[in-house]
C-alpha cells in the first residue's frame, strides 16, 4: 500500500488545485470505493425504487445487499491477509509473474465455495423462486471476486481503470434496477444491480491482467504463506466479524425484524450505521497518503540502518524519527476527523430530518459517528503494528473487538432504545486504548524486539558499534 501512498502524494500540490483535487478523489476511491460507491448506489436505487416497489420487496432487497457483503467479507477474510503479505513479499523482489494465474486460482477457489454457501442460503430463503436464489448466488460471488482483485491492484500505477470501474459499475448498478424494476419488480432490480457489480469484477479482473504482464508461471508457493502465517488467516477473519457482530445482536434479538426465510434485519439500526459509516472515509484516505508515506520512509531508514551496521544513537534517532512521523501523521488525521465527526455530532438532528429518515435513528447516528472515529482509530493503529510484525497483538486486539462488540451490543439491546449503538462504541474505545498500548509499547521496545526476534545467524552478522 505504501506504493500507492507515493504514487498518490505526486498528485499535491500547494499550488496545483486540480492536482489535489484528483490526488483526494484517487485516495478516496483506492481506500474506500467498493464500499463507498455501492452505499451510493444503494442509497439512490433504495430512494428511488420506492414508486416501483413495495415495502417488503424493498427490504428483502436491502437485505440480500447487506448479506452479501458480510457474507463474503467475512469468507475473504480467512485469505486477505496471508496473500497481501505474498504479494508484498513478490513486489519487494519485482517477481509479478505469478500473479495472473494465483488470482484465477483463489478467484476459482472464492468462486466455488461462495457458489456451493449462496445456492444453500437462499434455497432455504426463496425455496420456490430458483431466479433469486442464482441472482443471490451471483452477487456474492462477484462482491467476493471485486475484494480479490482489489488487493492485487492495491499496486497499481495506473488508477483510471479503477476509478472507472467503480464509477461504471455503480451507475449501471443504479440505472438498470431502475429500468428493469419498473418492469419486473424486485427480480429486475436486484438483477440490475447485480449486473453492475458483475461489471466491476470483471472490469477490474482485466485491468488486473493489462497491468502485470509478461510471461506468467504457476507457483502453488502461497500454500507456504498459509502454513507459516497462520496468525494473519485469523486476523482478516475476526476483524470482519467484530465488524458484523453488533449488526447481528440487532437482527437476531427481539430488536431485529424476520423479511424472509434466513434474512433479518433492523432497518433503524442498519441504516443509521451505515451513513455514521461514511464520516471515517476522510480517515481512511489521508492514512492511505500520510502515514503510510511518511512513516514507510521512516520504517525503511530504521531497518537499513541495521542493516548497514549503525551506531546505537545513529537507531535511537531512526527510531525517534518513525515516533515521529506517526506523531505526526495521526495528528494530521485527527484533525481532519473531528473537523468532520464534531458537526455531523452536533448537527445530527437536522441530518436525520433532511435525509427524511425516523426520529429513532438520531441517537443510533452519534453513537455511530463516534465509533466510526474510534474504529478507524484502532485500525490505524494495528495497520502499524503489522507493519512490525505483531501479528498475533492484532489478532488479539481484533478477537476483542469481535467478542466486545457482540457482548456490549446485547447488553444494551436487553437496555433501551435509547442506548442502541452504545454497546458498539463501548468496544471501539476499549480496542482503540488496547491498540495505543500496544503500540506504544512496541515503538518503545523496537530495538529489543528486533534484535532479540532475529536467528542467531542473523544476529552475528548485525554488531552495535558503540
Not at 486540480?18 to 485516495?27: D, E, M, P, T
Not at 494465483?102 to 468462486?111: E, K, P, S
Not at 423479511?259 to 432497518?267: E, F, H, M
Request: proline share 2%.
Amino acid at each position: 500500500m505504501a506504493g500507492v501512498g507515493f504514487k498518490l502524494t505526486k498528485y499535491f500540490s500547494k499550488s496545483n488545485v486540480s492536482g489535489n483535487l484528483r490526488g483526494a478523489l484517487y485516495s478516496v476511491i483506492i481506500s474506500s470505493g467498493p464500499w463507498l460507491i455501492t452505499v451510493l448506489a444503494v442509497a439512490f436505487v433504495t430512494l428511488i425504487s420506492q414508486r416501483f416497489l413495495g415495502q417488503q420487496d424493498l427490504k428483502i432487497f436491502r437485505a440480500i445487499i447487506c448479506y452479501t457483503y458480510a457474507v463474503s467479507l467475512i469468507i475473504f477474510g480467512f485469505i486477505e491477509m496471508p496473500v497481501t503479505r505474498y504479494l508484498a513479499d513478490k513486489l519487494f523482489i519485482h517477481d509479478v509473474y505469478t500473479f495472473k494465474n494465483l488470482y484465477l486460482f483463489i478467484g476459482a477457489i472464492i468462486t466455488a465455495i461462495l457458489t456451493i454457501f449462496g445456492l444453500v442460503f437462499y434455497s432455504i430463503t426463496f425455496p420456490e423462486d430458483f431466479l433469486m436464489q442464482l441472482l443471490g448466488t451471483y452477487f456474492l460471488v462477484f462482491v467476493a471476486l471485486i475484494w480479490l482483485a482489489m488487493i492485487f491492484l492495491s499496486a497499481a500505477k495506473n488508477f483510471h481503470p479503477i476509478i472507472i470501474s467503480f464509477l461504471l459499475g455503480g451507475l449501471i448498478s443504479v440505472g438498470l434496477s431502475m429500468y428493469l424494476g419498473q418492469e419486473h419488480g424486485l427480480v429486475g432490480c436486484l438483477f440490475g444491480f447485480v449486473a453492475g457489480q458483475a461489471f466491476t469484477a470483471l472490469s477490474l479482473g482485466a485491468s488486473l491482467f493489462l497491468e502485470f504482464k509478461g510471461q506468467q508461471y504457476h507457483s502453488y508457493e502461497i500454500t507456504n504463506y498459509f502454513k507459516n502465517n497462520k496468525t494473519l488467516v485469523f486476523v482478516g477473519l475476526f476483524y470482519y466479524l467484530g465488524i458484523w457482530a453488533d449488526k447481528a445482536v440487532f437482527w437476531y434479538t427481539d430488536v431485529g425484524q424476520k423479511v424472509v426465510g434466513l434474512l433479518y434485519t433492523n432497518q433503524y439500526y442498519d441504516t443509521a450505521m451505515f451513513i455514521a459509516y461514511l464520516s471515517i472515509v476522510p480517515t481512511l484516505a489521508v492514512f492511505l497518503v500520510k502515514v503510510e508515506t511518511d512513516f514507510y520512509i521512516q520504517y525503511s531508514y530504521y531497518f537499513n540502518s541495521i542493516l548497514n551496521k549503525k551506531s546505537l544513537p545513529f537507531l535511537n534517532q531512526a527510531r525517534g524519527d518513525i515516533v515521529r512521523s506517526l506523531r505526526e501523521a495521526i495528528s494530521s488525521l485527527y484533525k481532519i476527523q473531528v473537523a468532520v465527526t464534531l458537526p455531523l455530532w452536533i448537527f445530527a438532528e437536522q441530518i436525520i430530518k433532511v435525509l427524511n429518515l425516523p426520529g429513532l435513528m438520531e441517537p443510533i447516528f452519534k453513537f455511530g459517528i463516534i465509533g466510526a472515529f474510534l474504529q478507524g482509530n484502532f485500525l490505524i493503529f494495528n495497520i502499524i503494528l503489522l507493519y512490525f510484525e505483531r501479528s498475533r497483538l492484532v489478532l488479539k486486539n481484533y478477537s476483542i473487538f469481535f467478542v466486545t462488540n457482540f457482548a456490549f451490543s446485547l447488553i444494551s439491546v436487553n437496555i433501551s432504545e435509547k442506548v442502541h449503538g452504545l454497546g458498539y462504541v463501548a468496544s471501539c474505545f476499549l480496542v482503540a486504548i488496547i491498540s495505543y498500548t500496544d503500540l506504544n509499547k512496541t515503538l518503545n521496545e523496537l530495538h529489543m524486539r528486533t534484535f532479540l526476534g532475529q536467528s542467531l545467524d542473523q544476529r552475528d552478522m548485525v554488531d552495535f558499534k558503540l
